[in-house]
């Protein structure tokens, strides 16, 4: 993709009160077994309901069709039932923003008004959307812009979902008739990475049916070796994430002792590095997974010393992992710094002698406040001075 100046561009959708007060069932965020239910309960006989399934299915997560008219393998008395009792409807773009890198960040409008920030970063092998799963976050992490947000509710599968449709739209990514998945060539959105707005694993049941739908081989058709779910550490659903939805799994970690992850992570104060670490050895297996990605936002004089390192190291011995070191993406209001070049180079260099991977991530979309950290809605926003952000965080 050609870089370009940042712009924000407006998207043209259906007046708000009309999406609002269309009563029809939206069928985007339906699992098979919910969209089956609701077939039947609009007329489908029961004999018809698993070959409906798969042909609507079909159209509208393979092909990308919204309007019923054009599912053409239907008759026409089908397709006007369909219309009265059913709708195809996603989150409403509200903006699009690109970074002088490329990078794309979506504002994305729910129902309610409530707005999230999604995320598209093209690379040469590859193009990673980072989606969100709740309006705001509980959590509180001190260095996270996101943190600083409250929580406004989660998103339903309808909105998780929507929002990798909605980038495939803007990408103009869906196959045309009679060809099939990946057959034009690499996707430009080929993996999802569950790091957006919100702790996935407070909203469990939405995003695993979510990802389930996007890994259905007969629609979108991600391999769950392409899906990444990040969680500050909810202990009890590491396990369950493993068993019904088995992708990628990364662990915000960030710090070394409990002391100083108590305050980064305030989950730890619930499920500390002990326990989190204990749930993370049996991921794997349970998942069939290749490793573990420990996240690490490198932060001047917090967390960032050579002992810092060892322990670290020492933390994630037995654990297939890398450690992806995230130079910390500076923000409004922030009470931190980023760690200087030299100490993260450092740092990586003493996991890296110890046989880890341990990239540096580069920060991408900083100009359009879309790295690592920094995503926000500006609807909602908190309005917190840096002296209250600080003082949360335990620095004053």
Request: aromatic share 6%.
């Amino acid at each position: 993709m050609t870089a370009t100046a940042p712009i924000t561009q407006d998207v043209l959708t259906l007046p708000r009160k009309e999406a609002e007060t269309d009563s029809r069932v939206n069928l985007v965020g339906l699992t098979r077994a919910g969209l089956a239910e609701a077939l039947r309960d609009a007329g489908t006989p029961d004999k018809q309901v698993k070959m409906r399934v798969n042909q609507i299915w079909q159209w509208v997560y393979h092909w990308g069709v919204r309007d019923f008219d054009a599912m053409t393998n239907l008759s026409k008395a089908y397709r006007a039932q369909l219309a009265d009792h059913f709708r195809i409807e996603l989150p409403e773009m509200v903006s699009r923003q690109i970074s002088d890198d490329g990078t794309r960040k979506y504002l994305v409008r729910i129902a309610g008004g409530h707005e999230v920030e999604v995320v598209y970063i093209p690379e040469e092998d590859r193009g990673t959307l980072c989606i969100s799963s709740q309006v705001g976050c509980t959590l509180t992490c001190s260095f996270c812009h996101t943190g600083t947000q409250k929580l406004v509710r989660n998103l339903t599968a309808g909105e998780i979902i929507g929002q990798v449709m909605m980038a495939r739209d803007d990408l103009d990514e869906w196959p045309e008739p009679g060809v099939g998945t990946g057959e034009t060539g690499p996707r430009l959105l080929s993996n999802i990475v569950l790091m957006g707005m919100g702790e996935p694993l407070y909203n469990f049941e939405s995003v695993r049916d979510a990802m389930q739908i996007a890994m259905d081989g007969e629609g979108i058709a991600l391999s769950r070796r392409r899906i990444t779910l990040s969680t500050s550490g909810v202990v009890p659903e590491i396990a369950r994430t493993a068993e019904e939805i088995g992708c990628m799994l990364a662990i915000s970690f960030h710090a070394t002792t409990d002391e100083v992850r108590d305050r980064l992570v305030p989950i730890n104060k619930r499920w500390n590095i002990e326990s989190l670490l204990e749930a993370l050895r049996a991921y794997p297996k349970l998942s069939n997974s290749e490793r573990i990605t420990f996240e690490y936002v490198m932060l001047k004089d917090v967390n960032d010393s050579d002992e810092d390192a060892r322990r670290l190291l020492k933390h994630i011995k037995g654990i297939p992992a890398k450690i992806n070191l995230i130079p910390f993406n500076e923000w409004p209001g922030s009470p931190y710094q980023r760690s200087d070049w030299k100490r993260i180079k450092a740092f990586a260099d003493i996991i890296y002698k110890a046989g880890y991977a341990s990239p540096i991530r580069t920060p991408r979309g900083e100009d359009i406040m879309a790295a690592c950290g920094q995503l926000k809605s500006a609807t909602e926003r908190a309005r917190k001075s840096r002296a209250q952000i600080a003082a949360e965080a335990g620095l004053k």
